[in-house]
Structure formats: C-alpha cells, structure tokens
C-alpha cells in the first residue's frame, strides 16, 4: 500500500477581510495541486522536510505541519494524509510552485474539510 503525504501550506495576511478569503494564499505545485510526496523508506519526518524544502524554505524544526486527515478507501491501494501549515505572511520563501487565493485554483472537497477544520487565528 502507497501512502501519500498531502501538505496544505496556507499563508496568513494582516488583513482581515470578514466576507471572504483574501487574506489568506494556499501553496500549490506547477499543477495547482497541494504539494505532496509518496512516503517511501525515509521516515516520516525526513518526508514532510523534502517535501517543504523542495517548495519553501520552512524547516520542520521551528514549524510542524499538523496532521488533519487521513483518508483510505475501501479497496484502495493508495492513503493520504492530509497535513496543514498555518503561518504568518512573509515567513518564508516560495522556491517552486504558486502562493494563490482560493479563487485563483479548483480546491478538492477533500481538502476543504482540513481548511476548514484549521483554527482562525495563527
């Protein structure tokens, strides 16, 4: 069985904006995906700081992703775990992939169930 770990990277403004989203930008690849990785004989850890330092410069050491879902489905072969990192604007550096607004991409139902799970306040 492959499991794929899934991180949703959402950058936080100063801004509030009470009606909508704007304040906030989602990391996504060259594809407009969430940034993910298949875990393979790495560990866990060793995984998600690939994964962050292929796309930012966030270090696992000072902010962890906290893990939000985990989605199997009957007969499948493959997992997901779904991880999100909150922080604040300006704290690092995009290398690879796109900071956008949730009207900017298509965000899959299941990982609108983790944004919305994820507290308000950073």
Not at 79 to 103: H, M, Q, R, W
């Amino acid at each position: 069985m492959k499991t794929k770990i899934s991180i949703i990277v959402i950058e936080v403004t100063h801004d509030y904006d009470p009606y909508g989203m704007t304040n906030v930008k989602f990391l996504v690849d060259e594809d407009y995906n969430f940034i993910s990785k298949y875990l393979t004989s790495k560990s866990l850890n060793d995984t998600i700081q690939d994964l962050l330092f292929k796309y930012t410069s966030i270090d696992i050491r000072l902010y962890y992703p906290q893990l939000s879902d985990f989605i199997h489905k009957e007969k499948d072969l493959e997992s997901e775990a779904i991880y999100v990192l909150k922080l604040p604007k300006d704290l690092f550096s995009v290398k690879e992939g796109y900071l956008l607004t949730a009207d900017q991409f298509e965000i899959k139902e299941q990982y609108e169930r983790s944004i919305r799970r994820t507290p308000k306040s950073i």
